[in-house]
């Protein structure tokens, strides 16, 4: 049974926008989520000596990214780069480069017209895919859904403005005219 993980349209979009923006570079950022759940991206300069066909990440950049992790209550998961110019399947450069096969590994490939994400698990000796699903639902990083009490209050105010509106529009209104009897 093949692994599954989830990012959002929106995480996904950022990474891709990334490595676009890195071009003819390699673009790399670090992953954070729980489990298998890609929540936030962070992405980092790539100092490596020969970027458009490596990544190394920014040591300075990493670090405030993994306090930023944690920060945000998540936990480091994965790291992602981008292949300019190939498929997105790990090179044996990425595989040698990998020092911790608990980390998950997202390439974007930007071969084609549409960037092509894919996920796996990578070792020095292997490289394992791993399903990646879009989550459509709402997520940590998306805007929070309101509560009871915030509908219910919103709804009050804008009642009330409506009625204080209504209220002043009237006393604002010029007095009826008298109508005198004629005699």
Not at 82 to 94: E, L, T, V
Not at 139 to 157: K, R
Request: glycine share 2%; hydrophobic share 45%; proline share 9%.
């Amino acid at each position: 049974m093949m692994m599954k993980a989830r990012i959002s349209y929106a995480v996904a979009r950022q990474i891709a926008d990334h490595a676009r923006c890195q071009l003819p570079c390699e673009a790399c950022g670090l992953l954070a989520g729980t489990d298998a759940q890609i929540l936030a991206a962070h992405p980092l300069r790539n100092v490596a000596n020969s970027p458009r066909t490596q990544f190394q990440l920014d040591p300075r950049e990493q670090l405030q990214a993994l306090k930023a992790i944690d920060q945000a209550q998540l936990d480091w998961i994965g790291v992602y780069h981008s292949h300019p110019r190939s498929a997105p399947i790990p090179s044996q450069s990425d595989m040698n480069q990998c020092a911790d096969s608990g980390l998950l590994q997202l390439i974007v490939s930007l071969e084609g017209l549409k960037p092509k994400l894919k996920l796996w698990r990578v070792d020095r000796d292997s490289a394992v895919p791993i399903e990646l699903e879009y989550a459509t639902e709402k997520t940590p990083d998306d805007e929070p859904a309101l509560s009871p009490s915030q509908q219910a209050a919103i709804v009050i105010v804008a009642v009330a403005a409506v009625l204080i509106l209504l209220i002043i529009s009237f006393t604002l209104l010029p007095p009826a005219p008298e109508i005198r009897p004629t005699s």
